[in-house]
């Protein structure tokens, strides 16, 4: 029987494998796949394109024996006990597509081997000794239950039917081992992560047990959220590969601003694909251990269709938001990349979706929608109307005015946390270092909060100049200094002249400003600012001047804006107990091979000392701080003239009182040669007389 015959045509690859595998079940001559080129592959090569059915999957289409070609070999001798299939075998088959594309023609057939074809050597090939998914777990049950190799062996040659060696047997067994080890390492660090007080850890598995994600969430994230849940940022913001799990994994964020502007991660967790039912599944854990969900006003989010259907269904009364710079910098690769237009046609096109995203009201949008549609650049109006149009109010500013937003146009607080957590957690590593990496990334980055939080809210700060009993004075009283800066740039707005055109009964007014009519009362206004930030705007200002109210009123200003509020919830990383940073109860630092650090490593190593140097002095009361100021030059000036600084505990016995000895040891002079800095000039100033350096503890460090 002959099987292909020059001229043949098949109408779908299905039917090519098929006939390809009675063929070799025949023959006992095991083919494969040795060139291609796919429907996709031509239509990019092709200037003009030709219709080719979907089913054939190929345009062209080559069959070899396993036996086809020579073995060039490159060996010098090391290993001479090597195997190969290749004895320069003819044999194969090869298709074309059909000119009207709807087949695939045989153009050569040579069935005639070189070489013996029997029943044993074909089904003792690794290709027929493949096992199924369902016959795998058959094996791994049977090891389960103690079953020694030659056991599983019977067993599977039984069900099989298949020849089956003791290396399939060997290998299938490793895998087991291996998967059950991983397992264990996973189910040691959730344990871990559960022990941390406060926190939350979930694990998520499908029907088979295979991991699905890991939601972490500790006590800090949980009562910032509980305080200003009004707004998230929800994104993938990294992708690593883990040790114990066989596929990348994506960390989602979930981000929201505080009462100061600042970002705070509100949970995290790590999926295994992106898949809608995954994706769900953490969604759901987060508004089960937060009851606060349902106060979630607004969420911004890229553009992936999944996420945000998901994200509209869990948060059914948020409106769903889609980043500026999302959606300005897709559209431009789009249309650059993958459109084929030239650069005039490419620039008018970027120029008119600039207005669409800028448009303040539905004519604005329409107009430029038409002049799109002006454009007849079908691929891109196709492009535009499949992926765009259909959401435009989630993405045009001009329809964002009712929204909570706190004026935030891009998702650029996920962005700055993205680079930091790339750079503290390594792209490759076990679970159990890629926690410990996050949770000293949290650490770090609450410390530069808390200094920023010091520096703004706990210490004085000034904007300008405020006049006593002025209403600057009252709103910075009252106000964090983020919001105040918004509050202060309203009052210097405020206009002069202000045309009333209607005052209604309930005390509204229609009024006239920058060409634009706005309805306002003494204590609400429908422009974009009040509705972003829930702060007085200029326009209650202008209103409240017309009643001759005090511009001043606590009731203007939404409460998580308050600084008596924000320092109420925020807790500062020095008052939180430092066991939530520890995934270890013991920690066994392992001796570390000395290595060259790079300049890069230094600085970042040098900074986090300097910061957490900084941010202790600056708590420090007056008397010392000068102090402290001038030791620190004194160090930075020996230093940069090439001496070497040594630290001293020196007990003082005139005044019962330990210091600290800061020797000062010139790189050329002699080891003798020291001054102690320190105590000289406690010395000096209470008047007694300094010690020699020969009286000194001779204890070095």
């Not at 597509?97 to 050597?121: A, M, P, Q, R, Y």
Request: aromatic share 10%.
């Amino acid at each position: 029987m002959e099987y292909f015959k020059v001229g043949t045509e098949f109408s779908s690859f299905a039917e090519i494998k098929s006939r390809i595998e009675l063929l070799q079940n025949t023959t006992y001559a095991q083919f494969y796949i040795k060139d291609s080129r796919t429907i996709e592959s031509d239509l990019k090569c092709r200037v003009t394109r030709r219709f080719v059915k979907p089913e054939l999957k190929y345009v062209n289409l080559t069959f070899l024996c396993i036996a086809a070609g020579k073995f060039k070999s490159r060996s010098k001798g090391s290993r001479p006990n090597q195997k190969t299939f290749k004895q320069d075998c003819q044999a194969g088959i090869k298709f074309s597509v059909s000119k009207d594309g709807n087949t695939l023609k045989v153009i050569s057939f040579i069935g005639d081997h070189n070489h013996e074809c029997t029943k044993l050597g074909f089904e003792s090939l690794p290709q027929q000794r493949r096992l199924s998914e369902a016959v795998k777990e058959e094996a791994v049950k049977l090891f389960e239950m103690d079953c020694n190799r030659k056991q599983v062996q019977n067993h599977l040659q039984k069900i099989t039917g298949k020849v089956i060696i003791r290396r399939d047997i060997t290998n299938i067994k490793q895998q087991f081992m291996r998967d059950k080890t991983k397992k264990s390492n996973v189910e040691e660090v959730v344990k871990k992560l559960n022990r941390i007080q406060g926190s939350t850890t979930k694990v998520s598995v499908d029907d088979d047990y295979n991991l699905l994600g890991i939601y972490y969430q500790d006590k800090v994230m949980k009562e910032a959220f509980a305080a200003f849940p009004e707004i998230l940022f929800i994104d993938a913001v990294a992708t690593y590969k883990l040790d114990e799990l066989t596929m990348p994994v994506n960390l989602y964020m979930i981000v929201g601003e505080d009462g100061n502007g600042q970002s705070e991660v509100f949970a995290t967790f790590l999926v295994s694909s992106d898949a809608k039912h995954v994706i769900s599944k953490m969604i759901q854990t987060f508004k089960c251990h937060n009851p606060n969900w349902s106060k979630v006003k607004s969420i911004m989010t890229d553009k992936d269709f999944t996420e945000r259907h998901i994200l509209g269904n869990e948060f059914p009364k948020a409106n769903i938001m889609i980043c500026l710079f999302h959606v300005l910098h897709v559209i431009q690769r789009e249309i650059t990349t993958k459109m084929g237009i030239n650069p005039t046609e490419r620039n008018i096109c970027l120029e008119i979706i600039q207005k669409m995203v800028h448009a303040n009201s539905e004519e604005m949008y329409e107009a430029a929608y038409e002049a799109l549609k002006m454009t007849r650049l079908s691929c891109v109006i196709q492009y535009f109307e499949k992926n765009w149009h259909g959401s435009y109010l989630e993405w045009v500013e001009g329809f964002k005015g009712d929204d909570l937003t706190f004026l935030n146009r891009i998702n650029n607080k996920l962005k700055t946390l993205s680079q930091l957590v790339k750079e503290v957690c390594q792209h490759q590593s076990s679970l159990h270092q890629f926690y410990s990496d996050f949770l000293f990334f949290l650490k770090s980055t609450r410390q530069v909060h808390d200094s920023n939080s010091l520096n703004n809210v706990g210490h004085t700060w000034s904007v300008g100049i405020c006049r006593t009993g002025s209403t600057e004075e009252k709103y910075k009283a009252l106000l964090t200094p983020y919001a105040f800066i918004y509050v202060m740039q309203q009052l210097e707005e405020l206009p002069n002249n202000v045309i009333v055109v209607e005052e209604h009964p309930d005390g509204r007014y229609s009024i006239e400003l920058e060409s634009s009519q706005l309805n306002v009362s003494t204590s609400d206004c429908e422009c974009v600012f009040r509705s972003a930030m829930q702060l007085p705007c200029r326009h209650i200002f202008a209103v409240r001047s017309i009643e001759g109210q005090d511009l001043f009123d606590e009731e203007l200003c939404n409460p998580r804006w308050s600084i008596g509020y924000y320092k109420e919830k925020h807790a500062l990383n020095d008052e939180i107990e430092s066991s939530i940073y520890n995934l270890d109860n013991e920690v066994v630092e392992e001796p570390q091979q000395e290595t060259t650090i790079t300049q890069a490593e230094k600085y970042h190593k040098v900074f986090m000392v300097c910061e957490n140097l900084s941010t202790l002095v600056s708590e420090s009361p007056s008397d010392q701080f000068k102090y402290q100021c001038d030791m620190l030059q004194r160090i930075y000036n020996a230093w940069n003239d090439g001496i070497r600084v040594g630290i001293h505990t020196i007990n003082d016995e005139t005044t019962g009182s330990t210091d600290i000895d800061v020797l000062e040891q010139s790189s050329i002079d002699n080891e003798n040669s020291r001054i102690n800095i320190l105590l000289a000039d406690r010395k000096r100033s209470a008047n007694l007389p300094i010690s020699s350096p020969s009286k000194r503890t001779k204890e070095t460090t």
